[in-house]
């Protein structure tokens, strides 16, 4: 059974847009740096990029081999080489793509490689998967233009025999048409895991947790390229204004659906490349991060604590819907990340955020008790929800991980709720969608503190997305195919008077 035949697979037909083609800096009236038109997409086309594969083929074969982070591996890679802005789009391109798509890679080449893809060589496994990722997934990339890079690569790294091998295999691919070809007798998560490639153990859990069409669209929408979101700042220029100036230099950018705060860009590469994040306009932050300060709802001359606060994402925000009038403390902990929070703060103007490093388990014994009006704990969690973005989590993580981070988080939220004044609010958010680490610790929470309620569907949070989002317990579930945003929970609480 193929791919086509399950209605939606990936197979060659249907024109894909680069998933990171378009991630290098770009040229605007506001844009610094590049040579590329504003919101112009790449045109890689038929062009020889022998030298964007053999970056990218470094970066998976030390990513397999070392455990290496495929971000910070790429991103030292693609310095070092010199690459154009296209071919480095390329590069990304073929890493993340491969990356995300490795189940499904292997298992289609273990049908072609006669000794099994494990007993290969590390650079030739992983040579026939970013080829095989060119054939099924770049309409651009013409196929025989994809086997013939992969035989160059093949000769200048190793002998004659090894070339010969990677033409056979890939060119018995070229021939076999719609790929994968499923094999009969498998489960609905089995199928589900091979065709979006998300390991099996994943699928079952959110099979479990939200049925087989929703863990379905869940894997589907994790292998979509993730969208660029900025948000305004508010203190400095209107979303309306800042809209236009983007519109007007060429760029095309919308109004969030999900957060008035939110402007969503494509095909714009990099915005902190541009001179409106440096003059402190924007900052880029997806559009389901904005909807947790504005959960806060923390207003001007207030004492906010932001437990878990680096790279300082959430602190800034709510320092803008604040007015910058009040008192942010933002704590993280480690102390190396203050200064992201700190040079965030700066870059946008504002003065009412300190920054601290403590483990926030010893907050509750170092800040007066009941001092703040608003917490926010965006708890460290398992970053289930951000797989669009961070394809690797899905190999790195393990189902343990949920469970031994659900501890911290449960008694994260026991400790700083002591720091709340009474009618104050407190959010406990996380950008994942293992309901262990949201809802549960929520429930648990409620049951331990009667002298807390949920208020979650009170906010206009809610208002806005309840005809999308899941109620998961007494909070707000974001998925990723729900609005195209990482997935996201987060539960409002009130402390009782
Ligand atoms: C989800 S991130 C926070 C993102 C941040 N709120 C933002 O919007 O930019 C979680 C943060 O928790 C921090 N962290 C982990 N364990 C912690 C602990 N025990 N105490 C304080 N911070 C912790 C990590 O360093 C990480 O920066």
Redesign the pocket.
């Known amino acids: 059974m193929s791919a086509g035949m399950n209605g939606g697979g990936p197979g060659r037909s249907g024109q894909r847009p680069g998933r990171y083609g378009d991630a290098g800096r770009q040229q605007g009236s506001r844009v610094q740096g590049g040579s590329g038109a504003a919101g112009k997409s790449t045109d890689r086309g038929t062009r020889p990029a022998a030298s964007s594969r053999a970056v990218a083929l470094d970066v998976l074969v030390r990513v397999e081999q070392e455990g290496a982070y495929s971000n910070l591996l790429l991103n030292s890679s693609l310095q070092k080489s010199g690459l154009s802005r296209e071919d480095s789009g390329l590069a990304t391109e073929l890493v993340y793509g491969t990356l995300s798509r490795l189940i499904t890679l292997d298992y289609v080449l273990e049908d072609f490689v006669s000794k099994g893809i494990a007993k290969l060589t590390p650079w030739v496994r992983n040579l026939l998967r970013l080829s095989l990722y060119q054939i099924m997934y770049l309409d651009r990339i013409p196929p025989h233009a994809a086997v013939n890079e992969a035989v160059n690569i093949a000769k200048k790294r190793g002998h004659q025999g090894i070339s010969g091998m990677v033409n056979g295999v890939l060119r018995s691919v070229l021939r076999a048409g719609e790929l994968p070809v499923l094999k009969k007798g498998l489960s609905e998560t089995e199928r589900i895991s091979i065709l979006h490639s998300h390991p099996l153990w994943m699928v079952e859990r959110w099979a479990a947790e939200y049925g087989t069409q929703t863990a379905e669209a869940m894997c589907a929408a994790n292998n979509e390229p993730p969208a660029v979101s900025v948000r305004v700042n508010t203190t400095m220029i209107s979303r309306h204004k800042l809209l236009e100036e983007m519109q007007a230099a060429g760029l095309n950018a919308a109004a969030s659906r999900l957060s008035p705060y939110g402007i969503v860009v494509k095909g714009a590469g990099n915005l902190a490349l541009t001179s409106w994040y440096s003059d402190g306009y924007l900052s880029v932050q997806d559009e389901s991060?904005m909807l947790?300060a504005e959960a806060v709802a923390p207003e001007p001359g207030m004492r906010v604590l932001?437990?878990?606060?680096?790279?300082?994402?959430?602190?800034a925000h709510m320092g803008e819907l604040m007015k910058d009038d009040g008192y942010i403390y933002a704590?993280?902990?480690?102390a190396h990340?203050a200064k992201l929070i700190s040079d965030q703060a700066a870059r946008l103007g504002l003065d009412c955020i300190t920054t601290g490093s403590?483990?926030?388990?010893e907050l509750a014994g170092k800040l007066p008790a009941e001092s703040f009006d608003r917490i926010?704990l965006?708890?460290?969690?398992s970053g289930l929800g951000v797989i669009r973005r961070k394809p690797d989590l899905k190999w790195r993580k393990q189902p343990e991980d949920v469970d031994s981070i659900a501890g911290?988080q449960a008694e994260?939220l026991q400790s700083v709720s002591r720091l709340l004044k009474p009618g104050g609010v407190l959010v406990y958010s996380?950008?994942t969608t293992e309901q262990a680490e949201n809802r549960a610790i929520v429930s648990a929470f409620l049951k331990r503190n009667p002298d807390f309620v949920p208020v979650s569907f009170s906010s206009p949070v809610w208002e806005r997305t309840k005809d999308t989002a899941l109620a998961a317990g007494d909070g707000i579930q974001l998925l990723p195919q729900h609005f195209g945003s990482d997935g996201f929970y987060i539960a409002r609480l009130q402390r009782l008077l």
């Open positions: 991060s947790v932001d437990c878990c606060a680096a790279p300082g994402g959430k602190s704590n993280d902990l480690h990340k403590a483990d926030a388990l926010l965006d708890a460290p969690c911290l994260l996380t950008c």
